[in-house]
């Protein structure tokens, strides 16, 4: 993207982020194992209205390496610690895509009075089944052996539909990238913080704030079926669903994406600002 990263000190470790923009804040949390990359289309058109802030999470990007597990709750805090070092005090917008949306429910739960608004873009509530958390010790085996690059090709065809496959290898090209770039050692450690997060399918029916839940029709990872369920038990929630891409909605469909992300921006501003 070729913006500067200001590198911010974060309970211990130097985190990367990018803030651009100005207006309430609204926060960029990316997906696994990518980094703020991902949000390019989405950092573009909402610094305009926005200040953006789209940080590179412990273990991804560019920011600093912890060895180990890294949990939901770890990324959670370290975002409430960006956020106060930055000086956003007021209440943010916070974007999460699927790792992204699980900090967002610990986010929620240990710093309610900090959110205004929550996206929550392909991703979901529950936790894992025993056979997901099966797959994940064992990616965690083979990235620590053999370094990213075996998972990334794996990985694409759950990440993106296959007509963005096909006919956006520009994508292709740059998950690769993101993917083949990170650390294996922050790839193992958020891959076991993920296997042993919590089920929030109960406590978000206590969420008050408005929420938008969007996901890709062709989604493999988070289908549609999971993110309406989810979505049904928020009680101030809107569903919707972009026809014909996959997980990666944001990348997949950018002027779709921002143009809904826009529409419940402008609904929060009218009940809310
Ligand atoms: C992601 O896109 O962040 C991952 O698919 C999340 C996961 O592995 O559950």
Not at 91 to 111: D, N, Q, T, V
Not at 188 to 212: K, V, W
Request: hydrophobic residues 40%.
């Amino acid at each position: 993207m070729g913006q500067e990263l200001f590198e911010q000190a974060v309970n211990g470790i130097n985190m990367k982020v990018l803030v651009e923009g100005s207006g309430p804040p609204l926060l960029f949390v990316h997906g696994f194992p990518l980094n703020h990359r991902m949000w390019q289309a989405q950092i573009e058109y909402f610094k305009n209205a926005f200040t953006v802030v789209a940080p590179d999470l412990r273990g991804f990007g560019a920011t600093e390496v912890t060895r180990g597990t890294v949990t939901m709750k770890q990324h959670a805090e370290d975002l409430n610690m960006l956020l106060n070092e930055l000086g956003l005090e007021e209440p943010i917008i916070f974007c999460g895509l699927s790792m992204g949306g699980y900090i967002a429910w610990e986010f929620w739960k240990h710093f309610p009075q900090r959110l205004n608004a929550l996206i929550l873009c392909d991703t979901r509530a529950g936790s894992d089944t025993e056979e997901g958390i099966k797959n994940r010790l064992k990616m965690v085996d083979l990235v620590l052996k053999h370094g990213p690059e075996p998972i990334s090709s794996s990985m694409i065809p759950n990440l993106i539909s296959e007509a963005s496959q096909r006919t956006h290898p520009e994508i292709v090209e740059k998950l690769m990238e993101m993917i083949q770039s990170t650390d294996r050692e922050g790839i193992a450690a958020s891959q076991r913080g993920m296997a042993e997060r919590n089920n929030f399918m109960e406590e978000i029916r206590d969420l008050q704030i408005p929420t938008l839940c969007l996901v890709g029709s062709e989604d493999q990872l988070t289908p549609p079926d999971v993110m309406k369920d989810m979505s049904s038990q928020i009680p101030n929630s809107n569903y919707t669903e972009v026809p014909g891409i996959g997980h990666m909605a944001p990348m997949e469909a950018p002027a779709e994406v921002n143009q809904i992300i826009g529409e419940f921006l402008a609904s929060c501003q009218e009940k809310r600002y």
